[in-house]
């Protein structure tokens, strides 16, 4: 069946259906994730957007839902370059009836190379997937207005444990990808999930030994609360934040953030860790960066830059237990190179207890 | 028969991990001084010393320090104890790094060493491993691993710079 | 970088017919080298397929390459490293001897990994140390191991014997202890010792290749995936990137083991690792190889990825780091990234005996080609069903057809190069998915995109003019001739209701899109977005190729290609290279060819270049159907006298326009005594000359009706008679020799006449036995593989 991808700048390609018929919107964002579909799929910093996958072949090795990073994927939409025939021998659900199941409209068989081509030179879009491509789709698509609540519509309602016997980590829902909880566990992390206008006086009664700020969908400025409590915290606990987290580490203390052209949308992109010159690769998920602009005044050292671009790719507080980094380094999906740094919050909370 | 204990890769990390905590505890790096225990802590101060370069962009002088004229087993009252530093210390944040801190007394010489050189602010020490064991009251400020080990136990620090490879062994 | 060093010696290939050609890759090395103002030495068994003119070549040594020679050069040349990663097996094992001087840095490999490469206790035991899976096997003379071998790690088990006189017996599978025991009964006192092993037969298989620099930062360039299982050498199989099967955590897995492995090795360079991943104990897998050196695989990842490995392997190499490399125009390069790819890439291996082959263990194919696409079912249709590449059309598979469920069945069990049509046809006939993967143990997906091809050919059919069916079959890969064939419409008639639909296609680069450094590779793809952008300032001239089904013939197009290239250059002219396959291009000039991947003709087809672009057209192929008598420019076709028979014989290369012609050079073959000799200019009598010359003069008008400007004469001599034994029109066996020997520059003087340049105004001082007045004296003699170039 016959579906269009409608920008709003009124670039149109044509496509075929896979997954929930219904038509949706949403921002746009192009990514090379070359494994781990259903990670991708259910990571929750894509809230409210349309995923464009440039991979070839997409599902063929079926959805398997031992690796979900979120039980609900919450992207508006996915687009692919092209998606494999699906076989029925293995248990796992078809890409087909996972979209369906999740009420996810799918359209395949896109030219994401015109598509790339065209956000290259057009910078950030929105997107919709429909079943017509004339002017009234694209006027409605013009009109879609980005949410700013994203975060809300992710993070848990309630907190809850996740239990174990070693330090206690509390961990701020922005939108977590379940990796974060795994990596944890690794390393017998006692740790507790709460929501994310968990207020300080909250967190302060819990008494943990760590906090981690996680990973979430859309503009940091929106989280307004999340600031005010991490300005709080941040003299008084060792903070590890990650994706939005790390960009709320960064407002908290007065410096800016801009959002890049193109992003990093990638399993396996660069980071150069400065103090060592070393080179390794994790998964990227972000449209956003601190710039550079009034990073020594707030106190921090830059600590991993991306050596493709320059971004700041990580900070480190100077004389506060705070360090945060743009990338996942959970990794899910994705290269697992710098998974060593939950290592090094633990270690970080160990010497603050030392000293 | 030696045991690897610590690879080459945590060992780096350590390294990197020491450098940050070193910028904390300073509030920055002004007024630093790296001295470097005879062999290998030379080793260490000079690849402590790169990591803050990366990330500061200041050079920090790094002084090589060979404490065996004051040892306390030296027996001779008369022998001209001269540390050779070649940098003015006084007035400096002073960091003694070592790669094993074990009894304290190679410490303790290395403090007279210091003392007779000039007057700095402070000293504090960077080690990469403490084994346990104190005999002086003497503690690291900043530790890379804390290895326990018995007294008949050896730890082996190997550095790339003149052994094979970078690795700790326990022997 | 390293400092100390100035004259690196390359080890390049030895005359073989099944080791990997890597002459593109030495070339791509010897030139970053020099770019790097190293002094590069390359010494080769190979004298014909190096272009003797390359600037980046300070010293070419054309000798045998042993250990003994090795010494020899390295002494004679001051030479302060070696790189031996680019001459297949045999570099490598002169660095497992360890028989270089210990002052003679090796770069890219070392002693263990080479040795590694080799034995199989040095591989076992290092990675056992470094906590890498390996599998399990023993070596003994002692019935009591071999059981409590199995105890340990059950069946299936491959055990087999090794002989006084170092050769082994094949590996017997054995499945359970009746077999076992009947096979230790066979020789209960263990005269020979026994070899057993943990069978992995059946696994998957999956290859890495890494690079890795000298601060210990490494990357992978992708993930092969094998069709199909171990048992089936890798190269013989379908290779496939990126993996399509495995989930991100099984990927994860072979990705920190192949980095571990490069460096518990200490590679500084590439290094490829081969897995086996055992699906039946998921999360089990094991390390099967390890190929410290460029190959077929860095070959493919190279194509697929678009990512330089020759290069970056090449820097790596003398110490540089992965993020400050140069390009091959000296602008600064940062490789640190692991590549991302949008097409699936697959590697067809082919076979030049056009008899069915069983595939084993042991490798038997002779060649390979790259098909790129957006779907399996597309790459399948363009690659190994494609029968006009693979010269399965000789099959028949109207043969297959034929044969009954058990007949077939036979054939599933025991795997021929034919699997993937035999398996369709199976699937055809119903056979069940998890049955046949459980037999074959090839991924369900790819049976059921058989299948699916399958059932788009019945849709077709029943659906004649459904537009959505068209769709479907053109994104599956059927060719617009199969889908007019079974619509019984016209082509024309066919493309029209492809406009209609508005389905387009379009020429698509096969570097990643957001990627700075393009590859100049197209292939044609369904989109809206055209990436090919025709120069129309300058003329082009198209060189079209055909799959090569002998090595030799391989090795000649590629320097035709070269050479045409080049002297289209010269001439002003843009090259465009359209064949049916990727072809690896050799670049002495360094510039840019572009190249359009065409298994199905698709650029005429969809009128993706203009029509103005193919009016010079060559094309170095075989005539392989009957045009009236008429052949395209370059395009060969051999008439053979096969009555004249005779040892010794002159093949005299012509060229000639509508007026003149002139014999640029000729090759002396002598068959009893297998040499060879070529000259410009035959040192003869003028009364020899001159019967020659008539002689040709005669034969020549009787062939005057095909048109193409190059073309060869062999002649020989029965009773001081001259009889005409072959004339061959188009690109002789021998236009390297020819080439090399002749006063003209044959090619650049063979596409002025292509482009309507007259032999009158070339002004070449031909004489009157149509010979160029005052050669240049260059000869070469080939006797017994040595090999002779006089100046």
Same mark, same amino acid.
């Given at each position: ?186 390393? !017998? ?19 943990? !030994? ?11 400025? !929106? ?113 697992? !190179? ?18 | ?31 630093? +001084? ?65 790669? +094993? ?27 990469? +491993? ?26 082996? +620090? ?14 | ?49 190096? @272009? ?66 080799? &034995? ?52 017997? &599978?054995? %499945? ?63 290779? @496939? ?69 020759? %290069? ?203 990627? %700075? ?113 008429? @052949?395209? $420019? ?5 008439? $053979? ?13 012509? @060229? ?26 035959? &040192? ?49 066996? &021998? ?57």
């Amino acid at each position: 069946m016959k579906r269009y991808l409608v920008l709003d700048d009124g670039f149109t390609l044509e496509g075929d259906s896979i997954g929930s018929p219904i038509i949706a919107a949403g921002q746009l964002v192009i990514s090379n994730n070359l494994y781990g579909l259903e990670q991708t799929l259910t990571d929750a910093t894509y809230n409210g957007q349309i995923i464009a996958l440039t991979a070839p072949a997409n599902g063929a090795s079926g959805i398997n839902p031992n690796e979900y990073e979120a039980i609900n994927p919450t992207c508006k939409g996915v687009i692919f370059n092209s998606t494999a025939v699906h076989s029925k021998m293995e248990r796992d659900q078809s890409l087909d009836e996972f979209l369906k199941n999740k009420d996810i409209p799918g359209i395949t068989n896109i030219d994401t190379r015109a598509l790339a081509a065209h956000v290259q030179e057009h910078g950030q879009l929105k997107a919709s997937i429909s079943d017509t491509d004339d002017e009234h789709a694209v006027d409605q698509i013009k009109a879609l207005v980005i949410q700013r609540d994203l975060v809300k519509q992710v993070s848990t309602r309630q907190p809850y444990p996740n239990p174990n016997s070693g330090k206690k980590i509390i961990v701020i829902d922005m939108g977590m990808k379940y990796s974060i909880l795994r990596e944890l566990s690794y390393r !017998d992390c006692n740790s507790i999930v709460v929501p994310y206008n968990y207020s300080a006086a909250q967190i302060d009664e819990l008494n943990p !030994d760590g906090i981690i700020i996680s990973n979430g969908p859309g503009n940091p400025e !929106d989280v307004t609360q999340t600031i005010k409590v991490v300005e709080e915290l941040q003299n008084n606990y060792p903070l590890f934040g990650i994706g939005l987290g790390h960009l709320i580490i960064a407002l908290a203390n007065e410096c800016h953030i801009s959002v890049m052209k193109l992003g990093h949308h990638s399993t396996s992109y660069p980071v150069k860790e400065i103090a060592s010159g070393k080179i390794e690769y994790t998964n990227h998920n972000h449209i956003y960066t601190i710039s550079n602009h009034g990073i020594r005044d707030a106190n921090f050292i830059v600590t991993h830059i991306c050596p493709s671009d320059g971004a700041i790719e990580g900070i480190r507080h100077m004389y506060r237990p705070t360090f945060s980094v743009q990338f996942d380094p959970e990794a899910a999906p994705g290269s697992q !190179d710098m998974t060593y740094l939950f290592d090094e919050f633990l270690d970080m909370i160990s010497s603050y207890e030392r000293a | 028969m030696a045991k690897e204990i610590i690879d080459g890769i945590t060992m780096q990390r350590a390294l990197t991990r020491i450098t940050y905590e070193i910028i904390e505890r300073n509030k920055g790096i002004d007024n630093l +001084v790296l001295v470097g225990i005879k062999t290998r802590g030379v080793y260490i101060a000079h690849r402590i010393e790169s990591r803050l370069k990366q990330l500061e962009g200041i050079t920090v002088p790094v002084a090589e320090l060979d404490i065996t004229p004051f040892r306390d087993d030296n027996n001779d009252p008369n022998a001209i104890k001269n540390a050779d530093l070649g940098i003015d210390i006084t007035d400096k944040n002073v960091i003694l790094v070592d790669d +094993v801190l074990y009894t304290g007394r190679t410490i303790r010489a290395a403090m007279d060493a210091i003392i007779v050189s000039g007057r700095p602010k402070k000293i504090s020490l960077a080690v990469l +491993v403490d084994r346990g064991h104190r005999e002086l009251p003497i503690r690291a400020d900043f530790v890379g691993k804390n290895i326990p080990t018995s007294r008949k136990e050896k730890i082996n +620090v190997s550095m790339s710079e003149i052994d094979d490879e970078d690795k700790i062994e326990i022997e | 970088m390293e400092k100390d060093i100035q004259n690196i010696l390359i080890i390049g290939a030895v005359n073989s017919k099944t080791n990997v050609d890597l002459t593109n890759s030495i070339y791509r090395t010897c030139r970053i080298i020099n770019k790097l103002n190293y002094k590069t030495i390359l010494i080769t068994e190979n004298p014909i397929s190096i @272009l003797t003119d390359a600037d980046f070549i300070d010293k070419l040594i054309i000798s045998d390459i042993n250990a003994e020679t090795i010494n020899n050069v390295i002494e004679n040349n001051k030479i302060d490293a070696i790189i031996p990663t680019l001459g297949d097996r045999n570099a490598l094992s002169i660095i497992a001897e360890n028989s270089i001087p210990k002052d003679v840095k090796i770069l890219g490999s070392n002693n263990l990994a080479a040795l590694a490469n080799f &034995n199989r206790d040095v591989f076992s035991k290092h990675l056992e140390y470094n906590h890498l899976p390996v599998i399990n096997y023993i070596s003994t003379k002692n019935e009591n191991d071999i059981y409590d071998f199995v105890r340990k790690n059950e069946f299936p088990v491959i055990l087999r014997r090794r002989f006084k006189n170092r050769m082994s017996s094949g590996w017997t &599978n054995i %499945e359970n202890l009746y077999d076992l025991n009947n096979f230790i009964d066979r020789d209960p006192d263990f005269k020979d010792s026994v070899e057993i092993e943990k069978s992995i037969r059946g696994q998957r298989e999956f290859s890495i290749t890494t690079l890795r620099d000298k601060a210990n930062n490494t990357n992978i360039v992708g993930v092969i995936e094998d069709i199909q299982p171990i048992g089936i050498h890798h190269l013989d199989s379908l290779l @496939l990137t990126p993996a399509l099967t495995l989930t991100n955590t099984q990927i994860q897995q072979l990705r920190k083991a192949a980095i571990k492995v490069a460096k518990a090795f200490n590679i500084v360079g590439v290094c490829t690792t081969h897995f086996a991943l055992d699906t039946k104990n998921s999360g089990d897998f094991y390390i099967t190889e390890i190929i410290p050196r460029l190959s077929e695989e860095t070959q493919y990842l190279e194509k697929a990825y678009n990512y330089p490995i020759s %290069e970056i392997s090449a820097q790596l190499n003398v110490g540089m780091t992965i993020d400050k490399l140069i390009d091959t125009s000296g602008k600064k390069f940062n490789a640190a990234y692991e590549p991302n790819i949008e097409f699936l890439t697959v590697r067809v291996p082919t076979w030049s005996n056009i008899q069915e082959t069983n595939m084993e263990p042991k490798k038997t194919s002779n060649g390979a080609f790259i098909i790129r696409g957006k779907d399996i079912g597309e790459v399948f249709k363009k690659g190994p069903l494609n029968a006009q590449i693979t010269q399965t059309n000789v099959l028949n598979s109207g043969n297959y057809k034929l044969l009954d469920d058990d007949e077939l069945f036979e054939k599933i069990i025991h795997p021929t190069n034919r699997q993937l049509s035999i398996l369709k046809i199976a699937l055809n006939r119903g056979f069940d998915i998890p049955y046949l993967s459980n037999v074959t143990k090839i991924h369900p997906v790819y049976l059921e995109t058989l299948r699916h091809l399958s059932k788009i050919k019945i849709n077709l059919v029943k659906n004649k003019g459904d537009v959505d069916i068209l769709r479907d079959a053109l994104i599956s890969g059927f060719s617009i001739n199969e889908i007019a064939t079974l619509w019984k419409i016209s082509e024309e008639q066919l493309q029209e209701l492809i406009k209609q639909a508005n389905i387009n296609f379009q020429l698509k680069d096969s570097s990643f899109i957001t990627n %700075e450094n393009k590859s100049f590779e197209f292939n044609p793809s369904i989109g809206n977005y055209n990436e090919f952008t025709y120069d129309d300032k300058k003329q082009t001239i198209i060189i079209k190729t055909s799959p090569e089904m002998s090595f030799s013939d391989q090795v000649r197009n590629n320097y035709l290609i070269s050479r045409i290239a080049n002297a289209n250059q010269k001439n002003g002219f843009n090259t465009i290279l359209v064949g049916k396959t990727t072809r690896e291009i050799i670049n002495i000039n360094g510039s840019n060819i572009s190249q359009i991947i065409d298994p199905f003709d698709e650029v005429i087809q969809y009128r993706l270049l203009p029509k103005e672009a193919f009016e010079h057209t060559i094309r170095l192929t075989n005539d392989l159907s009957d045009k009236n008598g008429l @052949l395209d $420019e370059g395009e060969t076709k051999i008439f $053979e006298d096969s009555t004249v028979k005779s040892n010794e014989e002159y093949e005299f290369n012509i @060229l000639r326009d509508k007026k003149d012609w002139v014999i640029t050079s000729y090759v002396k073959s002598n068959e009893a005594e297998k040499s060879t000799f070529a000259s410009s200019n035959l &040192n003869s009598s003028a009364e020899l000359t001159q019967i020659i010359s008539d002689f040709i003069t005669q034969n020549l008008t009787s062939a005057q009706q095909k048109y193409s400007k190059i073309l060869n004469f062999t002649i020989c001599f029965i009773n001081d008679e001259v009889k005409i034994k072959k004339v061959s029109i188009g690109f002789s066996d &021998n236009i390297i020799e020819h080439d090399i020997v002749s006063t003209l520059d044959l090619i650049d003087t063979y596409i002025k006449l292509v482009i309507g340049i007259s032999l009158d105004e070339l002004n070449l001082g031909i004489n009157e036995f149509h010979f160029v007045e005052n050669s240049n004296g260059k000869e070469i003699s080939l006797s017994n593989d040595s090999f002779k170039l006089t100046i």
